[in-house]
């Protein structure tokens, strides 16, 4: 698979996401930091969107193996999802961290990413949580 140039590569990895080519993003991610690409909010949010419906524990783990190298704080918060006994108290400071530290554009998107995430592994409680959350904030 060749890479246009001019092509960005976060529109790139959420297609290649969205038609479930992860070996495919992988490549195009790696090449794109081999490039000098420098990964911002918007990428790491198509990384974060990918996750949402990532269907084999191996491409989440691909995936995620990508957004590590973005914003491994990410990652951490949706391992701290996961996590049945964590108190909403650690969620919502953890959650309000990360949403101070992202592009104000890419807020929303993050936010709409991680209650996909949570709705997708049964986590409805969490869901609600960060969309109360994400409108307070």
Same mark, same amino acid.
């Given at each position: 698979?060749?890479?246009s *140039?001019? /092509?960005? &590569? %976060? +529109?790139?990895?959420?297609y290649l #996401?969205?038609a479930?080519?992860? !070996?495919?993003l992988? =490549?195009v991610? @790696?090449t794109s930091l081999k490039k #000098? $690409?420098? &990964? !911002?909010?918007r990428?790491? #949010?198509?990384l974060?969107s990918?996750? +949402?419906? /990532?269907? +084999?524990? !191996?491409d989440?783990?691909?995936?995620t #193996? /990508?957004?590590? *190298?973005t914003?491994p704080?990410?990652v951490?918060?949706v391992?701290?999802l996961? @996590?049945?006994?964590?108190a909403?108290?650690?969620?919502?400071? @953890?959650?309000k *961290?990360i949403?101070?530290?992202?592009?104000?554009?890419a807020?929303? &998107?993050f936010c709409?990413?991680l209650?996909d $995430?949570?709705r997708k592994?049964n986590? %409805?409680?969490?869901?609600? *949580?960060?969309? /109360?959350?994400?409108? =307070?904030y």
């Amino acid at each position: 698979m060749k890479v246009s *140039e001019n /092509c960005k &590569p %976060d +529109s790139l990895i959420q297609y290649l #996401g969205r038609a479930k080519r992860i !070996d495919d993003l992988v =490549m195009v991610f @790696e090449t794109s930091l081999k490039k #000098g $690409i420098r &990964p !911002d909010d918007r990428l790491c #949010g198509c990384l974060l969107s990918v996750v +949402s419906y /990532c269907e +084999s524990r !191996d491409d989440l783990d691909k995936v995620t #193996g /990508c957004l590590q *190298e973005t914003n491994p704080r990410l990652v951490s918060f949706v391992k701290l999802l996961e @996590e049945k006994e964590t108190a909403f108290k650690k969620v919502k400071d @953890e959650f309000k *961290e990360i949403l101070n530290e992202t592009e104000v554009e890419a807020r929303r &998107p993050f936010c709409n990413c991680l209650i996909d $995430i949570c709705r997708k592994r049964n986590l %409805d409680e969490r869901a609600h *949580e960060l969309l /109360c959350l994400g409108t =307070m904030y």
